[in-house]
């Protein structure tokens, strides 16, 4: 029998993050543009997910702390639909079986429902929550 995790255990290098929501026309070539104007700004995309439904592609941008006004104002001077822009938290987890299960684990034993999450170019867990201030409590 194994023994549960102690909280501390559970708990893994995090950093607070910005997440953008840009709504794009589902079709050839919409991301690729996120991806220019955001190069052509000098913003590193840290990490990025997209699905797609009823032909739009909803896209979601992280980037770091210090280049979230640059990135704002390239998405925004290029005309693309900045849709929504969200603090989240980004997560190092050991690379291991059960290290996610068990912090969403956590997360949700104090009922923090996530509403976003999304593994960034690093493998970083993002973590997106209605309340973020729990979720700030509960990792650090």
Wanted: hydrophobic share 45%; with cysteine.
């Amino acid at each position: 029998m194994h023994a549960r995790p102690r909280q501390q255990e559970v708990r893994s290098a995090v950093a607070m993050q910005t997440d953008f929501t840009v709504i794009l026309d589902d079709r050839p070539g919409t991301a690729a543009l996120v991806g220019e104007t955001l190069g052509d700004a000098g913003v590193n995309i840290d990490g990025l997910s997209l699905f797609t439904s009823g032909g739009v592609a909803i896209f979601h941008v992280l980037v770091a702390p210090q280049e979230v006004e640059a990135a704002r104002d390239a998405l925004r001077n290029a005309g693309i639909d900045l849709h929504g822009e969200r603090a989240v938290w980004v997560a190092q987890l050991p690379d291991q079986p059960g290290e996610m299960g068990r912090l969403l684990r956590a997360l949700a034993g104090a009922d923090v429902n996530c509403d976003l999450l999304y593994l960034d170019g690093r493998g970083r867990l993002v973590i997106g929550a209605e309340d973020m201030e729990e979720v700030s409590h509960l990792l650090n």
